[in-house]
């Protein structure tokens, strides 16, 4: 019933990235009631105490919210979530050249390299 985890980062810092992959997919809607923190912590097979820091880093990432008596909502702000998808898109791309200049590619070879593989039959999966 739990989910695996990575040893190299902390288990609430993985949840906090995942939701944030839902959001950006769609997966989880602008305005969209998250789970209550003994949910999620039974679907993904952790202590209530590690979702209550998830929750609590996404309402200080503000890409949730917690109203009083109703539970954590994904934000209905559309400039944020925007933001984060930005946000997700550097990050992936910064890890992506770091490693590919430490593999000691040039610039060039990157750029052909992507311009290759999206020209692939495929390469849209």
């Known amino acids: ?3 695996e985890f990575k040893s190299s980062q902390p288990i609430y810092f993985q949840l906090v990235q995942r939701i ?3 959001v950006v997919r769609g997966e989880l809607a602008a305005g969209e009631k998250l789970p209550s923190v003994r949910d999620m912590a039974v679907e993904a ?3 209530p105490n590690t979702i209550q820091r998830v929750y609590t880093e996404l309402e200080r ?7 009083r008596g109703q539970g954590t909502f994904v934000t209905d ?11 997700l898109m550097t990050e992936q791309i910064t890890d992506f ?9 040039t610039p060039q070879e990157i750029v052909a390299g992507v311009q290759s593989y999206l020209n692939m039959d495929g390469a849209n999966e």
């Open 1 to 3: 019933m739990g989910d």
């Open 20 to 22: 944030c992959r839902q």
């Open 45 to 47: 097979g952790v202590n």
């Open 61 to 67: 990432m503000r890409v949730a919210e917690t109203r």
């Open 77 to 87: 702000k559309r400039a944020l979530l925007s933001q984060l998808r930005n946000d």
């Open 97 to 105: 050249l770091r490693d590919m200049k430490e593999m000691g590619f």
